[in-house]
């Protein structure tokens, strides 16, 4: 079996794979050891350590002894840090992405206004729906769209790429090629969270705006019923 580190941006199925990953039993997976918090319940606790937490090799060593996997997001860890050399020469990266951008931008507002980040039941389905201007989304679509061409540069040759809709709709397929990149036996997971699906015009208060704005531009297959 060979370590591995989820890489994701927020809201893109980091959460879904981690805990998936956690009930293999011959693996013990943590969540984001680079979290901003460490008094969240689903992060590393960095009082477990000795030594101080800092983006430094002595602490991700002291920490990840422990463990076979954790998660690092996009905004922990910039795809120009000097810790990356480390992390590609002793890890196994699984780079997950969502295609739609717009729903992952849309899902992490309105996970930020309800302060709802996982679902565990159908029930927690519901929502209000969220209203940003078409011009404010696509420039952070632009923003999002940049960071995954520069990690996907990064990763290019030591990465498995897998994408958030192939995992929610092949679940046992996808979670088996992740079984063969690190070298693990397989062995079937439930889903833990609840996903949405369709989501943007649902989630969108002013979606028809949206889809005429973005029809004159590169992402205007986000808005495809």
Known sequence: MSKFIIVSSFRSGSTLLNEGLSQHPNLNVTY?????????????????????????EKFITAATNKFDGFK???????????????FLSNYKIIHLIRRNMAETIVSFISCRNTNIWQRRSPESLDFSPVKIEP??????IEELD???????KLFENNS?????????QNWDKELSKVYEFIKENNFQVKMT?????PVL?????????????????????????
């Not at 984001?32 to 430094?56: M, T």
């Not at 997001?73 to 795809?79: D, E, I, P």
């Not at 011009?135 to 952070?140: G, R, V, Y």
């Not at 498995?160 to 929610?168: A, F, K, P």
Request: glycine share 4%; with cysteine; aromatic share 18%.
């Open 146 to 152: 940049k960071k995954i061409t520069s990690y996907k």
């Open 193 to 197: 969270t609840y996903k949405r699906s």
């Open 32 to 56: 984001e050891i680079l979290h901003e918090n460490s008094s969240a319940g689903n992060v590393l606790w960095r009082n477990d350590f000795a030594v101080p937490f800092g983006l430094n």
């Open 160 to 168: 498995l790429l897998l994408y958030y809709e192939d995992l929610v």
């Open 135 to 140: 011009l404010e989304l696509f420039k952070k």
């Open 72 to 86: 690092i997001l996009y905004h922990q860890l910039g795809a120009s840090h000097k810790l990356w050399d480390y």
């Open 201 to 225: 015009c649902k989630l969108l208060a002013n979606y028809d705006e949206h889809r005429r704005f973005f029809k004159q531009t590169i992402y205007s297959d986000f808005f495809e019923s």
